[in-house]
Structure formats: C-alpha cells, structure tokens
Nanobody
Framework: VQLQASGGGLVQAGGSLRLSCAASLRTFETYGMGWFRQAPGKGRDFVAHINWSGTSTYYADSVKGRFTISRDNGKKKLYLEMNSLKPEDTAVYYC?????????????????WGQGTLVTVSS
C-alpha cells in the first residue's frame, strides 16, 4: 500500500478532526499531494492540495478557512486539519499523489490513491 489514510471518525458539528496519510512512496517529496472526498451517493470532490515543498496550498471554497493541509516530507506524511466541521463534510476522505502535470482540482490528475477514511459529522 503506497498511501494509507487514517484519522477519520464520528464527531459532532463544530468539532475537529485531523486526518493523516502515510506514504511509502520512494520520492514522496517530489509529489504534489491532495485530499478528495466522496459523500454517499455523490462523486469524488476536490478538498485541498499542497505542492511538493509545502509552499503552495489550494482549497475548495466549501472548506476554505476551516481546513488546513500540510505535509512533513521527512516523515513522508500528509495531513488535513479539519475544524468547525459541518454535517455536509460527512464523506470518505482520500489522500492522493500527483506525479505529473494536470489540473490539481481534478481527481484524474492524481495517479496514486489511498484507501479512504470515513468522516461522519453529526448535527
């Protein structure tokens, strides 16, 4: 398994969770990394992206100001800090690695995926 997401769980609205993604990619530090999510019965949506060095980040409008993406290249880990959670944030969250060029907002640009971790936000 090259990407392993963890940290999901059940949380009340307004609460916080921190997702982690452990990578076994040999050259993790060269990949752009992203988080996507898929709510029940819906497609997979972009959440956040961070470039290889951690100097550039991008967020979906729906999570801007509430979620923070970060990475530790030395530990080969990706994180998603989620605050002020809402019931509409309920989804399976996936971490993904982007090795080549392509639109970072599209899941088709990512060539390696983790298995997903479920986040459930109760109202």
């Amino acid at each position: 398994v090259q990407l392993q997401a963890s940290g999901g769980g059940l949380v009340q609205a307004g609460g916080s969770l921190r997702l982690s993604c452990a990578a076994s990619l040999r050259t993790f530090e060269t990949y752009g990394m992203g988080w996507f999510r898929q709510a029940p019965g819906k497609g997979r949506d972009f959440v956040a992206h961070i470039n290889w060095s951690g100097t550039s980040t991008y967020y979906a409008d729906s999570v801007k100001g509430r979620f923070t993406i970060s990475r530790d290249n030395g530990k080969k880990k990706l994180y998603l800090e989620m605050n002020s959670l809402k019931p509409e944030d309920t989804a399976v969250y996936y971490c993904a690695a982007k090795e080549y060029s392509g639109d970072l907002f599209l899941d088709s640009a990512y060539n390696r995926w983790g298995q997903g971790t479920l986040v459930t936000v109760s109202s």
